[in-house]
């Protein structure tokens, strides 16, 4: 009985609230503009900032030969056995750098993950992935480490930016997951000290290929 005249009076403000409504605080606050500056510097500059600030490594590469290089001098120094990449066109243009050493490992055994992605957000140093992708998000996820290969024609600034190219570009229908990947996964919730790879990969790699040129 009292659990139910609690809920009556709950009911009863909500219906008072919207008879008289609170008029808006700041009415020329809402709007299409952004509420964030426009960038002062390239985006590939100001998603570089953002993403190492974020715990990610980086590296910029001149172009897909620099690119195979950079890559192959990673493996050499982590030494990395178990490498797994499901996308065909990047796993073609991997191979020839790490071999015989893709895919000759399941997921869930794998040292480290190489994904695609759909876009990059300079403003936040985020990856938008999406299940559009092979293997959706789960290399992202459930490796130890993931190293995302992207272009320089995938950056964009601000996360509106990002869902409206996801729009027009998956027209027919969007993907059923899209992610915002910020950085390692990391977590306070404990005696509020900062744990890394709780709920993800504990290292995230991007490779930024320059194809403006």
């Not at 219906?15 to 503009?33: C, H, I, Y």
């Not at 959706?136 to 996360?159: E, F, K, M, W």
């Not at 910020?182 to 744990?195: F, H, N």
Request: charge should be neutral; charged fraction near 25%.
């Amino acid at each position: 009985m009292k659990d139910s005249s609690s809920k009556e009076n709950i009911l009863k403000k909500i219906r008072q609230a919207l008879s008289n409504p609170v008029p808006v605080p700041f009415p020329k606050s809402e709007g299409n503009s952004s509420v964030f500056q426009p960038p002062s510097d390239d985006l590939d500059i100001t998603f570089a900032s953002e993403f190492t600030r974020l715990q990610g490594k980086f590296a910029f590469c001149f172009d897909e030969k620099d690119f195979k290089a950079q890559l192959k001098q990673l493996f050499i120094e982590r030494q990395w056995k178990n490498i797994y990449c499901a996308e065909e066109l990047l796993r073609n243009i991997i191979t020839p750098v790490i071999s015989e050493k893709i895919n000759q490992t399941t997921l869930k055994d794998c040292d480290v993950a190489v994904t695609s992605c759909e876009y990059l957000i300079a403003r936040t140093g985020s990856i938008v992935l999406s299940s559009a992708l092979a293997e959706g998000r789960t290399a992202s996820v459930y490796a130890p480490i993931h190293i995302c290969v992207a272009y320089t024609n995938q950056l964009i600034y601000d996360i509106k930016d990002g869902l409206q190219q996801l729009k027009e570009k998956h027209a027919k229908g969007l993907p059923s997951l899209i992610t915002f990947a910020t950085g390692p996964s990391r977590t306070a919730d404990i005696e509020k000290t900062l744990v890394v790879g709780v709920h993800g990969p504990k290292e995230v790699y991007l490779f930024l290929i320059d194809n403006q040129a």
